[in-house]
């Protein structure tokens, strides 16, 4: 059934019906989002969208809480040690704004049916495996059901944004200049956007470029978070960087990667992978902060309709204090 917005909420988020509209305000107060994995960037992508005023979150994870769960998420506390992550992070997402509901699933995420994320407007993954992604990324295209994966590993962090086909409005204004002292003409455009899937920007051939062309396109960082995901699925974990053993894997996997998507491996320098490998299992509660407020706030554009949402990829370099947003497409 759907919600209407009543006086109390409007005076609540007046702010952002002010600045999205009543009607962009009343599309968030409906949908219906699942957030899966509970981790320090989801703790801030849960706070942003629950603040928000969005109709449900439905939160999934099976993992019970560790003291290392502590360190950045801001949704547990020690006596929460042992319970599901799920559980404890719901309730106090509920106390952020009682208007949300907030359901828990304490299911593994691997074991879901396709069927399953079809069911919610928006699908936020994040610590997922490569394979989950695609495989649910896949899914939800079916049905033209909104699809971000996300993830930080220590100071670097990435967004990948799956929207299939998605409509939107943006203002134009028909001059910068005033005439007889009024203000500039304010038309609304409809505009359209088409999405390629995370199975296909993975495939993505590039052409042995020169790098600093290659640059201008695409972050390094793009393929060293590729490298990473390479070896998760071959050795079921993340690199250890301790291990010689496992950075030798790494950089031997970068040099068969690149080659494969034509781009030199020299383009991903070792500095940046043993750096990513060293923080890999690291949750650093700013870097969260920053790509979950990013996160959060282009799912809710996304449901509001109005302006156009990430296009495709968001990679945030912590070391170098750089967020760059690319459009990777399959050649």
């Keep these: 059934m759907e919600h209407t917005i009543t006086e109390d909420e409007a005076a609540l988020y007046d702010r952002q019906i002010r600045l999205w509209g009543l009607e962009a305000q009343q599309r968030m107060r409906n949908a219906s ?8 960037l989801s703790n801030e992508v849960c706070k942003n969208i629950v603040l928000a005023g969005v109709g449900s979150i439905t939160i999934l994870d099976h993992e019970k809480i560790t003291e290392q769960d502590l360190g950045a998420q801001f949704f547990l506390r020690e006596n929460d040690l042992g319970r599901n992550r799920a559980e404890a992070a719901a309730e106090n997402a509920r106390l952020l704004n009682p208007r949300v509901k907030a359901f828990v699933d304490q299911g593994d995420i691997a074991t879901k049916p396709d069927s ?11 610590g997922c495996s490569p394979e989950e992604m695609i495989r649910i990324d896949n899914a939800c295209r079916g049905t033209n059901t909104g699809v971000y994966a996300a993830g930080v590993h220590g100071f670097f962090g990435y967004i990948f944004c799956d929207l299939t086909q998605h409509d939107y409005r943006e203002e134009s204004h028909s001059s910068s200049v005033t005439k007889n002292g009024q203000e500039p003409d304010t038309m609304i455009v409809e505009k359209s956007q088409s999405y390629s899937s995370l199975s296909d920007t993975l495939q993505a051939k590039w052409g042995f470029p020169k790098p600093r062309a290659l640059r201008r396109k695409v972050s390094p960082l793009f393929f060293a978070i590729q490298v990473l995901w390479e070896f998760q699925q071959k050795e079921g974990r993340l690199p250890q960087s301790s291990s010689q053993d496992d950075m030798d894997t790494v950089l031997r996997q970068r040099d068969e990667k690149l080659k494969a998507a034509e781009v030199d491996p020299a383009f991903v320098d070792d500095h940046l992978l043993q750096a990513l490998v060293a923080s890999a299992v690291a ?10 407020g990013f996160l959060a706030q282009d799912i809710l554009k996304t449901l509001s309709g109005k302006d156009a949402p990430l296009f495709n990829y968001f990679l945030y370099n912590g070391l170098e204090g750089t967020g760059l947003v690319h459009n990777v497409q399959k050649s």
């Excluded at 989002?33 to 320090?40: E, F, N, P, Q």
């Design 33 to 40: 989002i699942l957030v899966a994995g509970m981790r320090a």
């Design 116 to 126: 399953f994320f079809t069911t919610f407007d928006i699908v936020c993954l994040t």
């Design 283 to 292: 949750e650093i509660a700013p870097v969260c902060a920053i790509v979950g």
